[in-house]
């Protein structure tokens, strides 16, 4: 099947620091990815859609000078958490959507655990 | 808008069925998905329905979907300790970019 990756799994960081996440599609390319945030106990949430080489697209009330989406590639999106707060941590999910084995399917990377101290 | 919901909490006993439940809004939906998560990981597609079907069996688990009740449920038989975890159903919009939105999940504790 097909596989996402993240990187990295896990992260900590100090408050006001810059955090970046990358989504790579491995075997598959990607023409829209999706990044979810996940809090615990709790349902993925969408945060945006982007397809490759056009802007994110965000959901209402995630602030995208906050959550800066770059999809460069057909097998890369990165997600930067710009000037982190301790409200930022999460449990960060991207998921690429592509053409594999005849049919659009969505696949979804492992997760990025984010901690801000 | 999108709405998908699911009960929290389901406990069964090693070796019973669970039936996890799941209803949605979106009559447009495409497909439904029921994905698996476990503790600190990420989500494993479990198995899909497409909105024209009302029924799908794979080993142990067996999809229902009522679509006039918009009613997805997802059956596991011989539950094992190994399926504790966290269970989200999904739907995919038709229209758009076709996002995907996911219930509420319902955590599935198996008792040895």
């Given at each position: 099947?097909?596989?996402?990756?993240?990187?990295?799994?896990?992260?900590?960081?100090?408050?006001g620091t810059s955090v970046k996440i990358e989504c790579r599609s491995l075997d598959f390319q990607a023409t829209t990815m999706f990044w979810y945030r996940q809090f615990p106990k709790k349902s993925l949430m969408l945060m945006a859609t982007s397809n490759e080489g056009s802007k994110a697209?965000?959901?209402q009330g995630v602030e995208k000078d906050k959550f800066l989406i770059n999809h460069a590639s057909l097998t890369l999106s990165?997600?930067?958490?710009?000037?982190?707060?301790?409200?930022?941590?999460?449990?960060?999910?991207?998921?690429?959507?592509?053409?594999?084995g005849g049919s659009y399917e969505q696949y979804f990377g492992p997760g990025t655990r984010l901690t801000v101290t | 808008g999108e709405d998908v919901e699911q009960s929290?909490?389901?406990?069964?006993?090693?070796g019973d069925?669970?039936?996890?439940?799941?209803?949605?809004?979106?009559?447009?939906?495409?497909?439904?998905?029921?994905?698996?998560?476990?503790?600190?990981?990420?989500?494993?597609?479990?198995?899909?329905?497409?909105s024209n079907m009302d029924m799908k069996q794979d080993q142990r688990l067996t999809?229902?979907?009522?679509?006039?009740?918009?009613?997805?449920?997802?059956?596991?038989?011989d539950t094992q300790t190994g399926d504790s975890a966290i269970y989200f159903c999904a739907e995919r919009a038709s229209g758009g970019y076709q996002k995907v939105t996911f219930g509420t999940g319902t955590k599935l504790q198996v008792i040895p």
């Amino acid at each position: 099947g097909a596989v996402v990756s993240q990187h990295p799994s896990r992260v900590i960081c100090k408050s006001g620091t810059s955090v970046k996440i990358e989504c790579r599609s491995l075997d598959f390319q990607a023409t829209t990815m999706f990044w979810y945030r996940q809090f615990p106990k709790k349902s993925l949430m969408l945060m945006a859609t982007s397809n490759e080489g056009s802007k994110a697209t965000y959901e209402q009330g995630v602030e995208k000078d906050k959550f800066l989406i770059n999809h460069a590639s057909l097998t890369l999106s990165t997600l930067t958490v710009t000037s982190a707060h301790p409200e930022d941590s999460s449990f960060y999910i991207c998921s690429a959507r592509g053409r594999t084995g005849g049919s659009y399917e969505q696949y979804f990377g492992p997760g990025t655990r984010l901690t801000v101290t | 808008g999108e709405d998908v919901e699911q009960s929290l909490f389901l406990s069964v006993r090693e070796g019973d069925s669970s039936v996890i439940n799941c209803t949605y809004t979106d009559s447009s939906s495409t497909y439904l998905y029921w994905y698996k998560q476990e503790p600190g990981a990420g989500l494993q597609l479990l198995t899909y329905i497409f909105s024209n079907m009302d029924m799908k069996q794979d080993q142990r688990l067996t999809v229902l979907l009522n679509k006039k009740d918009k009613h997805l449920s997802l059956r596991i038989a011989d539950t094992q300790t190994g399926d504790s975890a966290i269970y989200f159903c999904a739907e995919r919009a038709s229209g758009g970019y076709q996002k995907v939105t996911f219930g509420t999940g319902t955590k599935l504790q198996v008792i040895p």
